[in-house]
Structure formats: C-alpha cells, structure tokens
Nanobody
C-alpha cells in the first residue's frame, strides 16, 4: 500500500504562484513515477506533469513554461511549482504514484485562481 498526502492548495489571483506538495508513505519501493493530475467540474481528468525515478519530466502543453515538477527523494516528496496562474488552472489537483500504472491517488487539493 502507498499513501499520498497533498498540501499547498488555496486561492490565488491570476498571475500569482502556488506550490503543491505530495508526500508518499508505505510500500514506496516499487514506485516508478509520480505525477500531478487535475480535474475541473464537467471536464476530463488531465495529467498535468509527471516525473520518473530517473528524473525525466513531462508536462501538459497548457502548463509548459509555467509549472515545474520536482522531487526530494530524501523526503519522499514531489512538488508542483505553479507560476503565472490563470483562471483556467482552477481545479482539484491530485497526486498519483505509479508502478505498472497510476496505482495510488491522494485525496486532492483545491486550487482556485481568480481573475
């Protein structure tokens, strides 16, 4: 079992920044990648960013140049630095961990960006 706990969500004005954190615990030795998803009401869940154990990163086109995913292996924590926030970034953001697939999910943290 893997447990994921997110933090850092909140309300921010357009153009501002937030940093989300996700800490993993439990049987983490089989994790191959960590990622951030988001879902807004009435929209499909979207993979925002991911990072592998080897350090390779991937981003959705909508956030490239604005968001950065990083990790601190000593703390079993992955971060999502979100800069230049836009109202369309408003969503519930979920942390996920993957071995053969995205197996485990956090509870989600709400990010609201006002214009």
């Amino acid at each position: 079992q893997v447990q994921l706990v997110e933090s850092g969500g909140g309300l921010m004005q357009a153009g501002g920044s937030l940093r989300l954190s996700c800490t993993a615990s439990g049987s983490i030795f089989n994790i191959n990648a960590m990622g951030w998803y988001r879902q807004a009401p009435g929209k499909q869940r979207e993979l925002v960013a991911s990072i592998t154990n080897g350090g390779s990163t991937n981003y959705a086109d909508s956030v490239k140049g604005r968001f950065t995913i990083s990790r601190d292996n000593a703390k079993n924590t992955v971060y999502l630095q979100m800069n230049s926030l836009k109202p369309e970034d408003t969503a519930v953001y979920y942390c996920a961990s993957g071995s053969s697939w995205w197996d485990y999910w956090g509870q989600g943290t709400q990010v609201t960006v006002s214009s």
